[in-house]
T-cell receptor
Framework: KNEVEQSPQNLTAQEGEFITINCSYSVGISALHWLQQHPGGGIVSLFMLSSGKKKHGRLIATINIQEKHSSLHITASHPRDSAVYICAVLQPPNTGNQFYFGTGTSLTVIP | DTGVSQDPRHKITKRGQNVTFRCDPISEHNRLYWYRQTLGQGPEFLTYFQNEAQLEKSRLLSNRFSAERPKGSFSTLEIQRTEQGDSAMYLC????????????FGQGTRLTVV
């Protein structure tokens, strides 16, 4: 069993649709990261969360520590949002301080 | 400092050959990670260093794989006797150790074993 599970694995949406990507994890964490990876490109960090909710432009990330669950929402999706979105969790320093990654959600937004 | 850099960006090699990749982390970062990523998957952990000490190695890392970080700065990942199954993107990331640290990734080295 993976420490981090994401769903869905693949997602196709029409431009303008509201998109949700889910992440569940099974280890204790100090922070959760949402990352974006474009085809052939590097990985960039979108959010780091330890509680609550963060918003950046059309992107919203939420986390429920008790339920060990996070969601990434994209409002008014656009073709340039097409990418792989990866959830990663960071263990606290006293339990290894290791990053664990989900398998990613491949998003395609069709014009 | 412009971030994490990896070299080469692409490598094509014949099966059975040895390859070596290099990663230069962000200079003040004491942690350096190696991951492998295959198409459609998230990064799989291979190994990580804190300074020059290799703290953990994944079971995925067979004895054909070795990584070093001799002076606690750049790192190398060597694959001996490459196999076609080694074809993947090899990603390096660096971070500071800590509770709310963030990992910064290099662009990766894409290995193709033919």
């Amino acid at each position: 069993k993976n420490e981090v599970e994401q769903s869905p694995q693949n997602l196709t949406a029409q431009e303008g649709e509201f998109i949700t990507i889910n992440c569940s994890y099974s280890v204790g964490i100090s922070a959760l990261h949402w990352l974006q990876q474009h085809p052939g490109g590097g990985i960039v960090s979108l959010f780091m969360l330890s509680s609550g909710k963060k918003k950046h432009g059309r992107l919203i990330a939420t986390i429920n520590i008790q339920e060990k669950h996070s969601s990434l929402h994209i409002t008014a999706s656009h073709p340039r949002d097409s990418a792989v979105y990866i959830c990663a969790v960071l263990q606290p320093p006293n339990t290894g301080n290791q990053f664990y990654f989900g398998t990613g959600t491949s998003l395609t937004v069709i014009p | 400092d412009t971030g994490v850099s990896q070299d080469p960006r692409h490598k094509i090699t014949k099966r059975g050959q040895n390859v070596t990749f290099r990663c230069d982390p962000i200079s003040e970062h004491n942690r350096l990670y190696w991951y492998r990523q295959t198409l459609g998957q998230g990064p799989e952990f291979l190994t990580y260093f804190q300074n020059e000490a290799q703290l953990e190695k994944s079971r995925l890392l067979s004895n054909r794989f070795s990584a070093e970080r001799p002076k606690g700065s750049f790192s190398t990942l060597e694959i001996q006797r490459t196999e076609q199954g080694d074809s993947a993107m090899y990603l390096c990331a660096s971070s500071l150790a800590g509770r709310y640290t963030e990992a910064f990734f290099g662009q990766g080295t894409r290995l193709t074993v033919v």
